[in-house]
T-cell receptor, first 113, second 115 residues
């Protein structure tokens, strides 16, 4: 299928190294954030989420850091693998009832052998 | 179990035409959201439907409409297509209306090309 994000910022990392993907969000009142992974030709896939009352959350090989002071999120991937190659989006939750996500522009992660 | 299924996967339309895109949520999920993803950008929220009612609408013109059926499947309709409507249209389903702590599952999307 077609690839989304052809003109996205790209982060290239060596296999086995750690990756850090950064994201700035827009609304200081946002209460909930998600990182998504999108492989070529596929829909976004949930990676990890964090609420605004936390500043760090860990999953399997992934950690999300939230800095509300500067409205910044980061996704850290430990021991990056070839299967991690994809476009990564952060998303903040907006809407009167928290029903819609606003996605960032995305970062393409390329894992080098 | 089947995930979120969307149809058609690819289609080509001419400017001014109308298109209907279809989505079947995961069994048991009552919330369906639609997003538009233009090449090189993140998805943009169009609609959310929950229990067959519109619960949220993004910044899209009235040419875009949707509905949800009693079986919770959904259709997205776009009238008077413009070249700028060319995009990947994503459907997402979840159990509840509110999204916090409510895992959202995306389908593979429908690629629409307007010529």
């Amino acid at each position: 299928g077609e690839s989304v994000g052809l003109h996205l910022p790209t982060l290239s990392v060596q296999e086995g190294d750690n990756s850090i993907i950064n994201c700035a969000y827009s609304n200081s009142a946002s209460d909930y954030f998600i990182w998504y992974k999108q492989e070529s030709g596929k829909g976004p896939q949930f990676i990890i989420d964090i609420r605004s009352n936390m500043d760090k959350r860990q999953g399997q090989r992934v950690t999300v850091l939230l800095n509300k002071t500067v409205k910044h999120l980061s996704l850290q991937i430990a021991a990056t693998q070839p299967g991690d190659s994809a476009v990564y989006f952060c998303a903040e939750l907006l809407g009167d009832y928290g029903q819609n996500f606003v996605f960032g522009p995305g970062t393409r992660l390329s894992v080098l052998p | 179990d089947a995930g979120v299924t969307q149809s058609p996967t690819h289609l080509i339309k001419t400017r001014g035409q109308h298109v209907t895109l279809r989505c079947s949520p995961i069994s048991g999920h009552k919330s369906v959201s639609w997003y538009q993803q233009v090449l090189g950008q993140g998805p943009q929220f169009i609609f959310q439907y929950y229990e067959k009612e519109e619960r949220g609408r993004g910044n899209f013109p009235d040419r875009f409409s949707a509905r949800q059926f009693p079986n919770y499947s959904s259709e997205l309709n776009v009238n008077a297509l413009l070249l700028g409507d060319s995009a990947l249209y994503l459907c997402a389903s979840s159990l509840r209306q509110a999204m916090i702590g409510n895992t959202i599952y995306f389908g593979e999307g429908s690629w629409l090309t307007v010529v």
